[in-house]
């Protein structure tokens, strides 16, 4: 068969007919097997219709000779033709000048620029047997007579119109909108010659729109040889090249072009995809050689037409290059897709030709077989890359290699097939029922481990592929399935292997033509500049074409939110994938992408609204994370496949390793196994090293040191635990630990799932440096140990961390973090600050959703951190948060014990002794001194435990190299003196640090804010989000000017007694933990007792620290409504006003006695202190004895005036006897004239 080039092809044709057959005509029912039709050989008005009368004079029609075909080089063809009169034996003839007149000649046909003349490398003669005629076949489908047809032929009946252009354009197929245009220009050109116009200024140039394979190369020669005919242009030179072969050659290939067209007195210049001059990866050279050619067209009317070709979409873009085109280019003509009748026609008449008329067809031609293939063809029609005519072609190799299997399969068996047979199965596809039995691809997908939701998915598909093929049998329309799919999930979990086999699993079952697989990355479709991108995706597309495209990591292509400036390289990317893909059954074409489905669906939302549509976003195929059992599997077939064998007690350590490795945020599925057995084999290859070459081995089982190195962590893990912690926290808790620890060795011992059984989210609750951060940091190591954790990090945040800065960021922000802390420790602190506001809220909200996931529980350990109050101010305000954090533990203040102990740990740590070891033994004087100052400094506010302890250590080191630096002596012993007075500047400095100036300019202690905890109103979003509270002050802890002031004794002596905690009644650390409720004069005296009762030699000190608590709001409100309660005692209207006139004094009053009591009090105690500060090295002891004396006496009064304060604070706008103010000059008197107060 001569081979003849895509722009030679023409739809219907595949070999010229011979003149020696001639065949019945399609368009009316023959009489008998030698009748001939005399109408056009077309089908295009009256094919298959039977009630159009017979003929038997037979047509004369040209005959196609190909006499030679020169490829000068690889862009140039040159084809010469000779045409001889035969009988047509061709009913669907669009062949090349198949239908030119008896005496007329051919066009002058050159491609880029080369001559018919000279220069034939090799002829192809005509077949040497001929063709037979094609046998009369009703067409299956409704085929509508073709109104062009019907108008030419009344045209030439009642004005005589004579056109032979014409008559051949009407024996095609199809083109209604093409023909109509031919013949409105005959028209044009017939009035102009009625009027005796000119047609010198008239434009002819045209645009051809349309999809492959619909004939625009073949009309574009008849357009030349028609305006040739009517007169238009002198010449029907017709010359044909593509628009990137100008836009390369710019405007010199251009002017080239037209140069030599009009040295053949004029033609048509064919340009091809002619939107490509105009691209925007095309470099300037193409839009010189557009703009040459526009100025070629005006200068040259009536010798040169130009004929640009290309898709509708790109020629849209193509006209805005230039406002000059649409004026320049007046006619436009589109190509539209052959219908089924159409496909029908063309399809038959190239299995006709093709086997020469010695094919047959199960069903015959009009049977079902054929219907179906024909309905598959035209579902893609009307979108862009449908073939037309190209797509029967490659229909017919379909056909024709399914035959080639089938009949090679039964000559295997000994058998003698009909090779001029198509069965339903060639014309079709095998039953999708018998494809799975023997798909390889199949069989492979059920053999993967796991993917059971994919399998599932795959299942779906090909059920509903089986019911569309018996839908089609039945002749029915079948379900829409589109090829085009999602794989979302983790990495390693097989989506490209599964991508892989679906294609193979599509192109079994007949979907696709060739199913081998092309991964491509996002990097792969971006450009260098704008307009790159486009390109580069088109040229992946044509490239996979009946194949499976798979794009990894496809999340990578979001341009970002559309109301922001999105990337314009990614969009041009999606747009062009838009453009060309379908998503529609009969696509020969599987697109998927794979990623993340959280980003998937982001760029989707991004993206254009059309990718939507043609990828089932509501229905991907999910890959999820294998279970440690599969990952168990895994493991044991890779090991197969190297050859790796290992002990019982190894594979248990390698399950706890895949154990951890699962709760990790990135979890790699099969990749981590790999990544266990390279550092097992890595592991085993050192251990071996270590060893002798003679015992060196290269065959023995793996052992569990070899996967994990500190694999036996577990059974010694309570010996961990008291090493990590002991000295840093309490006995209790590190016994809770321990505890934990040991249910963990029990549920693996009884076979129960630890994680199950051992709690992750825990509460710690206590005051600042009491070791909540030291404990936190330690768990995140025993957890670790117990398998629990994939690492033993710690991540340290504080609760504002959580929060955001405007609406809609603290949600993301949030899981994001807790993202980042999976298979970790998460330790937040300071979570009073997630106790009120719209942002704390939602992080809140966020977090216990993160933690109520199925796949998030026991993958991390979370731990809440604050005082006691704030986080049962939390909890009780947000239950599902308490219901998730069960376990509570509590760290208690540092008692003076706990203070020397971790001082003289702190001290040991640096090589420093003390005098005598004073500090060891609990019966000396000066472990006794120590002990009462370090009561001392914790009674007093801003106590931070062992955080002070710490600095006071440094401290004294600090001091003690500042007296040493002059001595010649190493000697490194303190002495109890030194240890104390730095004790003791602590004690100062922190008074120091609790007084403020008073009006009078005298100091007074600060008056301490209330707890947020007990704030009548929720905060506002400006109050919640500007700064976090204030740090709580301790309830028990007060200063002077509170409403039930309270001394703090501080027994220097007293032995701390660890197991206060649990007898009965409230410990000393909860009691201060109390926000609003006073002191009890109860407590308070049984203490005074206590200190009463110590020995004579330990002295009794007692520094007074109220600190000043504001009135709770029903206090205050008590306050103003007490006056107004009052009116009963009340006679007349006279001493109602003079009690309100009281009850607007009332509070200045009595704040202003109280202050002026403050103020003596704390002028006292400052002048206490400042005694305590005059001391030296010599005399500090006197000092100290002289101060607890001064002290207590300044104590005494203070509960004298306390009392009084207190009568008085309980009986609102009375004085202490219960009368009531009165204003008198110069200040108030009470009712009862015993009491006076002055006004300032």
Request: aromatic share 6%.
């Amino acid at each position: 068969m001569p081979h003849i080039s895509d722009r030679e092809y023409s739809p219907g044709f595949l070999v010229p007919p011979d003149p020696a057959f001639t065949s019945p005509s399609s368009s009316r029912p023959s009489t008998s097997a030698s009748s001939v039709s005399t109408a056009p050989s077309s089908l295009s008005d009256d094919a298959c219709r039977d009630d159009i009368e017979d003929t038997s004079k037979p047509v004369e029609t040209p005959r196609l000779d190909i006499e030679s075909i020169q490829r000068p080089n690889e862009n140039s063809i040159n084809i010469t033709f000779s045409l001889s009169k035969a009988t047509s034996s061709s009913p669907f003839a669009l062949g090349v000048n198949a239908h030119t007149g008896p005496d007329e000649s051919p066009p002058e046909i050159s491609h880029s620029g080369h001559s018919d003349e000279g220069d034939t490398d090799s002829e192809v003669s005509e077949p040497e047997e001929p063709v037979p005629p094609r046998p009369y076949c009703k067409n299956p489908f409704q085929f509508c007579p073709s109104p062009a047809a019907e108008e030419w032929e009344k045209r030439k009946a009642a004005r005589g119109e004579v056109n032979e252009v014409i008559d051949r354009l009407m024996r095609y197929q199809g083109l209604e909108e093409v023909k109509q245009q031919f013949l409105d220009i005959k028209s044009k050109v017939d009035i102009c010659e009625s009027q005796g116009r000119s047609l010198n200024r008239e434009r002819f140039n045209v645009v051809f729109q349309g999809n492959q394979g619909t004939g625009k190369t073949t009309f574009a020669r008849l357009y030349a040889e028609f305006l040739h005919s009517v007169g238009v242009i002198n010449s029907s030179y017709f010359k044909e090249t593509a628009g990137i072969a100008l836009a390369v050659k710019g405007a010199e290939g251009a002017q080239d072009e037209v140069e030599d067209i009009l040295n053949h007195n004029g033609g048509v210049l064919f340009i091809d995809e002619a939107y490509q001059l105009t691209a925007a990866y095309i470099e300037a050279l193409g839009k010189q050689a557009l703009d040459f050619l526009l100025k070629a067209m005006e200068d040259n009317i009536g010798k040169l037409v130009v004929v640009f070709v290309g898709y509708k979409e790109e020629m849209e873009s193509f006209f805005e290059h230039n406002p000059g085109l649409t004026s320049r280019i007046p006619w436009t003509m589109h190509f539209a897709d052959f219908t089924d009748a159409e496909l029908w026609e063309i399809l038959y008449d190239n299995i006709h030709v093709g086997y020469r008329g010695n094919m047959r067809v199960d069903g015959g031609m009009d049977g079902k077989p054929m219907r179906i293939a024909v309905r598959r063809l035209a579902q893609s029609r009307g979108n862009r890359g449908f073939g037309n005519a190209r797509a029967v072609e490659n229909l017919i190799s379909q056909i024709s290699s399914r035959q080639a299997r089938r009949l090679q399969k039964l000559r295997v068996q000994g058998q003698e097939p009909d090779c001029n047979f198509f069965t339903q199965e060639d014309v079709i596809g095998p039953d999708p029922s018998d494809v799975l039995q023997s798909s390889h691809a199949w069989n492979e997908l059920q053999k993967l481990i796991g993917l059971d939701t994919v399998k599932k998915n795959v299942r779906t598909m090909i059920g509903m592929i089986q019911k569309n093929y018996r839908r089609e049998l039945k002749e029915i329309k079948p379900f829409q399935l589109p090829l085009n799919q999602l794989f979302v999930g983790a990495p390693g979990t097989g989506k490209t292997t599964v991508a892989k086999l679906y294609g193979q699993i599509l192109n079994d079952l007949g979907l696709l033509t060739r199913g081998d697989l092309i991964v491509k990355n996002p990097a792969d479709f971006i450009g260098e500049c704008l307009g790159k991108s486009e390109a580069k995706t088109r040229k992946i597309l044509e490239a996979t074409v009946g194949r499976v495209l798979v794009i990894d990591e496809a999340y990578m292509l979001d341009p970002g939110d559309p109301n922001k400036e999105q990337d314009k390289f990614k969009t041009g990317v999606l747009d062009t994938l838009v453009s060309i893909i379908q998503g529609v059954p009969g696509e020969d074409r599987c697109i998927i992408f794979v990623g993340y489905e959280d980003r998937i669906r982001n760029m989707f939302h991004n993206a254009n609204p059309g990718l939507s549509r043609r990828f089932r976003v509501d229905r991907p195929f999910r890959f999820q994370n294998f279970t440690i059992n599969q990952l168990l599997q895994v493991m044991q077939l890779k090991m197969e496949q190297k050859d790796l064998s290992c002990t019982p007690e190894a594979w248990e350590v390698a399950r706890d390793v895949l154990e951890r490795a699962l709760m990790r945020p990135n979890f790699g599925n099969a990749g981590d196994v790999d990544n266990c057995l390279a550092a097992a084999q890595m592991n085993f290859e050192q251990r071996q090293s270590a060893k002798p070459l003679h015992e060196q081995a290269c065959d023995e089982d793996l052992q569990p040191q070899d996967f994990d190195p500190d694999w036996d962590r577990i059974s010694r893990g309570a010996t961990d635990c008291q090493r990590l912690l002991s000295g840093k926290v309490h006995q209790n808790i590190i016994d809770k630990f321990v505890n934990y620890q040991k249910r963990c060795l029990g549920a693996r011992k009884y076979g129960f799932r630890p994680r199950d059984l051992v709690p992750t989210n825990f509460v710690f609750a206590g005051p600042a440096g009491t070791g909540k951060s030291t404990a936190a940091c330690q768990m995140g190591r025993i957890f670790y140990n117990m398998g629990l954790l994939s690492a033993p990090e710690v991540v340290e945040h504080s609760a504002s961390d959580l929060i955001g800065q405007y609406v809609g960021q603290t949600s993301p922000k949030t899981r994001k973090l807790l993202e980042l802390a999976s298979g970790k420790v998460l330790f937040i602190d300071e979570v009073h600050r997630l106790a009120s506001g719209q942002f704390a809220a939602e992080a809140v909200d966020e977090l216990v959703g993160f933690l109520t996931q199925q796949e998030n529980a026991g993958k991390m350990v979370v731990i809440l951190a604050g005082y006691q109050s704030d986080i049962r101010n939390l909890m009780s305000n947000r239950p599902d948060l308490s219901g998730l954090f069960k376990e509570e533990i509590a760290f208690d203040e540092l008692s003076p014990e706990d203070c020397v102990a971790i001082l003289l740990r702190e001290l040991d740590a640096n090589r420093i002794t003390t005098e005598s070891d004073f500090l060891r033994v609990r019966e000396s004087r000066g472990h006794s001194n120590v002990r009462k100052l370090f009561k001392a400094l914790i009674a007093l506010p801003g106590w931070s435990n062992a955080r002070d302890v710490k600095y006071l250590a440094t401290q004294i080191l600090g001091n003690f190299l500042e007296s040493a630096a002059d001595n010649t002596t190493s000697d490194r012993t303190l002495s109890a003196d030194h240890v104390e007075a730095c004790i003791m500047d602590m004690i100062t400095l922190s008074t120091n640090r609790c007084k403020k100036l008073g009006d009078d300019g005298n100091t007074a202690l600060p008056i301490s804010p209330p707890h947020a905890n007990h704030d009548p109103e929720p905060a506002t979003l400006e109050e919640t989000q500007a700064s976090p509270p204030p740090p709580r002050i301790d309830p028990a802890i007060c200063t002077p000017g509170g409403d039930t002031a309270c001394d703090v004794d501080v027994n220097v002596n007293t032995q701390h007694k660890p197991d206060r905690e649990h007898q009965p009644g409230p410990s000393k650390s909860k009691q201060r933990e109390r926000d609003d409720e006073p002191v009890p004069n109860q407590r308070r005296s049984q203490h005074t007792n206590d200190t009463d009762a110590q020995s004579s030699d330990e002295t009794h000190v007692s520094i007074p620290r109220a600190l000043q608590r504001q009135q709770s709001p029903k206090v205050e409100q008590h306050e103003k409504q007490e006056p107004s309660s009052r009116p009963q005692s009340l006679h007349n209207s006279e001493e109602l006003e003079h009690q309100a006139s009281l009850s607007e004094h009332q509070v200045p009053v009595e704040a202003t006695w109280k202050q002026r009591k403050r103020r003596a009090t704390q002028a006292q105690l400052q002048t206490g202190v400042t005694k305590i500060n005059t001391k030296t090295n010599s005399g500090t002891r006197t000092l100290i004895r002289r101060a607890r004396r001064w002290l207590s006496k300044l104590l005494k009064r203070g509960r004298k005036r306390e009392k009084q304060e207190t009568r008085v604070s309980s009986h609102p706008g009375r004085c202490e006897a219960g009368y009531a103010w009165n204003a008198v000059p110069g200040g108030y008197q009470c009712e009862g004239g015993h009491h006076f107060m002055p006004a300032s």
